[in-house]
């Protein structure tokens, strides 16, 4: 199967074991391509990203539920109609901060 994994640089290692694992059982996967590429511009990158999800047959997510780029992402994720796995996400958010204020 062809895979994608997005999500958020602080991931980074995770993503990059899970990929590990994921190519020892047979599946071709890629990264997308962070705004940390100095070869790249903003908008090269969406290019790419965009490219690997029309690519792929699966997304697999890690996701901080803050970055704006992951929701950019998954914006393409969505119009392409693409199979979504969520793999990782950080529990401790805002939404997390207002709920325990509000009790």
């Known amino acids: 199967m062809k895979i994608v994994i997005l999500g958020t640089t602080s991931y980074l ?6 990929k590990i694992e994921l190519e020892k059982g047979g599946h071709k996967v890629k990264l997308p391509a962070f ?14 990203n965009r490219g690997i999800i029309k690519w792929c047959e699966e997304i697999h997510v890690f996701w901080d539920q803050r970055s704006i780029g ?3 992402d998954f914006g393409m994720v969505f119009a392409l109609n ?6 990782f ?14 009790k």
């Not at 705004?35 to 790419?48: A, G, T, W, Y």
């Not at 693409?82 to 793999?87: A, G, H, V």
Request: overall charge negative; some cysteine.
């Open 13 to 18: 290692n995770k993503m990059i074991k899970h």
């Open 35 to 48: 705004d940390s590429h100095p070869e790249l511009d903003e908008l090269e990158v969406c290019k790419f």
């Open 70 to 72: 992951f929701i950019f």
């Open 82 to 87: 693409k199979p979504l796995k969520i793999m």
């Open 89 to 102: 996400l950080e529990p401790k958010t805002l939404t997390g901060v207002l709920t325990a204020y509000e």
